[in-house]
């Protein structure tokens, strides 16, 4: 791929990342929006149309690994393995 052909493919990789997040912005107001009058209705769920929609709590639970690396250093060192990967970042 020549110099020229690489520089348009970069300038039109940052115009579509631009892209996305103006629509990322745009749905994240429309969510936001539809969440608002789910609160205010004080639902959770709520069928529109065909849709349903759901805006609930959920619990999850999950690994506290600086926890457990704070009160058993020797076991986390041990059951730590490294990784590697490549990544890609145009700026």
């Known amino acids: 791929m020549s110099k ?3 520089t348009a493919k970069v300038k039109e990789l940052k115009q579509l990342k631009a892209m996305q997040e103006e629509l990322n912005a745009e749905i994240t107001a429309i ?3 539809i969440k608002a009058v ?3 209705s004080g639902t959770d769920e ?3 149309d065909v849709f349903k929609i759901r805006y609930k709590l ?3 639970k999950r690994f506290d690994s600086s926890a457990f ?3 058993h250093a020797d076991l986390y060192n041990q059951y ?3 990784t590697t990967c490549r990544r890609f970042s145009v700026a």
């Open 38 to 40: 789910m609160l205010d």
């Open 80 to 82: 730590t393995k490294t």
């Open 31 to 33: 969510e936001d929006e």
């Open 4 to 6: 020229e052909t690489l």
């Open 58 to 60: 959920v619990e999850s």
């Open 46 to 48: 709520m069928n529109v």
């Open 69 to 71: 690396k704070a009160t």
